[in-house]
T-cell receptor, first 115, second 113 residues
Framework: GAVVSQHPSRVICKSGTSVKIECRSLDFQATTMFWYRQFPKKSLMLMAT?????????EQGVEKDKFLINHASLTLSTLTVTSAHPEDSSFYICSAVGLAGVGQYFGPGTRLTVL | AQSVTQLGSHVSVSEGALVLLRCNYSSSVPPYLFWYVQYPNQGLQLLLKYTTGATLVKGINGFEAEFKKSETSFHLTKPSAHMSDAAEYFC???????????FGSGTKLNVKP
């Protein structure tokens, strides 16, 4: 149980385009989902906290207009990287906390490459 | 505010030797503590976690960690390293509701034959 999926696992896009990454909790309902970014050979940096039905809370330094987060249901959150640039290339990982708050479960990550 | 410090960005051990990866945290209240492993181009896999109860926590793949409140530490150990243990390891803390994880900078473990 407690499986989180991400789609796509890898995406390559051209500079200036937008990319949407989905995060789904497959077998549980998630009140809260988190989005992290991992730079090469670096740790994970929390980008934002996403609560179902409300606006996401962004960490300091994260551009909310660039990284659009939508938590449309208790099993789905999406991260859209708008007008992507090469410096947005990174590994994006989502996680989800179940309704009972018994744990935070991580997705497998999405590798974004912007050419 | 919470923070996590992992001493040593790279640790190299011989196969069969003891593995010790260090993690210290700072927190105003005792947090939840975690160790994750990450293989190249993959997501995070939970090794073990401490929330309450026994301070010595056993995880998967023979790893264990001990929560020492007085030292604000949660070091990860394994008695005998295996080649398959080569990976990056992250220590993390969270608030006591599993929200807001804070990760250490990671330690890359190399296992020599």
């Amino acid at each position: 149980g407690a499986v989180v999926s991400q789609h796509p696992s890898r995406v390559i896009c051209k500079s200036g385009t937008s990319v949407k990454i989905e995060c789904r909790s497959l077998d549980f309902q998630a009140t809260t989902m988190f989005w992290y970014r991992q730079f090469p050979k670096k740790s994970l940096m929390l980008m934002a906290t996403s609560n179902e039905g409300s606006k996401a809370t962004y960490e300091q330094g994260v551009e909310k207009d660039k990284f659009l987060i939508n938590h449309a249901s208790l099993t789905l959150s999406t991260l859209t990287v708008t007008s992507a640039h090469p410096e947005d290339s990174s590994f994006y990982i989502c996680s989800a906390v179940g309704l009972a708050g018994v744990g935070q479960y991580f997705g497998p990550g999405t590798r974004l490459t912007v050419l | 505010a919470q923070s996590v410090t992992q001493l040593g960005s790279h640790v190299s051990v011989s196969e069969g030797a003891l593995v010790l990866l260090r993690c210290n945290y700072s927190s105003s209240v005792p947090p939840y503590l975690f160790w994750y492993v990450q293989y190249p181009n993959q997501g995070l896999q939970l090794l073990l976690k401490y929330t309450t109860g026994a301070t010595l926590v056993k995880g998967i793949n023979g790893f264990e960690a001990e929560f020492k409140k007085s030292e604000t530490s949660f070091h990860l150990t394994k008695p005998s390293a295996h080649m398959s243990d080569a990976a990056e390891y992250f220590c993390a803390v969270s608030e006591r509701n599993f929200n807001k994880f804070y990760f250490g900078s990671g330690t890359k473990l190399n296992v020599k034959p």
